[in-house]
């Protein structure tokens, strides 16, 4: 409970009260959270507690039925949600991505589809997520990490200031997951990301984050 007004004005991210109410049911139920600039804040809880939920709130891809969030002290509803979700660049469980091939996949920002990216930019952003020279691949012929390498970098592409990451590595096996873990870490560290990553991994959330959210029935218990 740290509400003291210099704390609140250094947070990029700011819950404050958040909730959402679907048919009767409290997916998220008042949740006052912060994010600093630069911090990496894990959420963790057990399944059905609310973390997607919460993400999805973060971003506005579903609207708050009370409480509001706060970017850079500004209330998120007054931003259009084009920029906001450009912002806050998003990276689910699965690899999101379209037929066709790397290149195409990440030659539109997800959010910004009038500005297509030069190929120097887009071979940076591979060589950044560690598949140099995968432009002219089909993303039918990816493995399960290479293609969630592919989606990060479709979600960096959009010079994100905040990464939501919903348990961005559970899909993948051992042997990816841990390369994938890395790769966003490393990222994080040089771009100086401020991130929130959902995981039901204690393991992983004590490696990736500064500091763990505990959701339980979309309330947090801990923090
Ligand atoms: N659109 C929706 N309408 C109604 N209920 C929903 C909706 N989306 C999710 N829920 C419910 O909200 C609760 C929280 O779901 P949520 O997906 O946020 O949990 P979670 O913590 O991400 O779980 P998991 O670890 O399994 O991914 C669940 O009980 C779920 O059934
Ligand atoms: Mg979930």
Same mark, same amino acid.
């Given at each position: $409970?740290?509400?003291?007004?210099e ?8 819950? %404050? +009260? =958040?909730?959402r109410v ?5 997916? !998220?139920?008042?949740v006052? !959270? ?15 507690s609310?973390?997607s939920? =919460? ?5 506005? #891809? &579903?609207? /708050? ?9 500004? &209330?998120?509803r ?9 912002? #806050?660049? $998003?990276?689910?469980?699965? /690899?999101? #991505?379209? /037929?066709?091939?790397? *290149?195409?996949?990440? *030659? ?13 930019? !887009?071979?940076?952003? #591979? &060589? ?19 293609a969630? +390498?592919?989606?990060?970098? +479709? ?9 939501l ?12 997951? =841990?390369?994938v ?9 040089? %771009?100086?990301?401020?991130?929130v990553?959902?995981?039901? &991994?204690?393991?992983? *959330?004590?490696? $990736?984050?500064?500091r763990?959210?505990?959701?339980e ?7």
């Amino acid at each position: $409970m740290s509400d003291e007004p210099e704390q609140l004005n250094s947070a990029v991210l700011r819950t %404050q +009260r =958040l909730t959402r109410v679907v048919e009767g049911r409290t997916l !998220i139920d008042e949740v006052s !959270i912060e994010v600093r600039c630069g911090e990496v804040v894990a959420v963790t809880g057990p399944s059905g507690s609310g973390k997607s939920s =919460l993400l999805r709130l973060l971003n506005r #891809l &579903d609207e /708050p039925t009370g409480g509001t969030v706060y970017l850079d002290n500004r &209330d998120y509803r007054e931003i259009p949600p084009r920029e906001l979700r450009r912002r #806050l660049g $998003m990276l689910l469980q699965r /690899p999101f #991505l379209f /037929p066709g091939t790397v *290149a195409r996949n990440l *030659a539109f920002g997800p959010g910004a589809h009038d500005e297509e990216l030069a190929k120097e930019t !887009i071979a940076e952003l #591979l &060589d950044s997520v560690g598949l140099p020279g995968y432009a002219e691949r089909d993303v039918r012929r990816l493995s399960g990490g290479e293609a969630q +390498r592919v989606s990060l970098a +479709r979600t960096l592409a959009n010079r994100p200031e905040v990464l939501l990451l919903d348990e961005p590595t559970s899909a993948l096996d051992e042997a990816a997951q =841990l390369g994938v873990e890395e790769l966003i870490c490393r990222i994080i560290k040089s %771009q100086g990301l401020t991130c929130v990553i959902v995981t039901h &991994d204690r393991d992983q *959330a004590t490696r $990736m984050a500064g500091r763990t959210v505990l959701l339980e029935a979309g309330r947090v218990v801990s923090r």
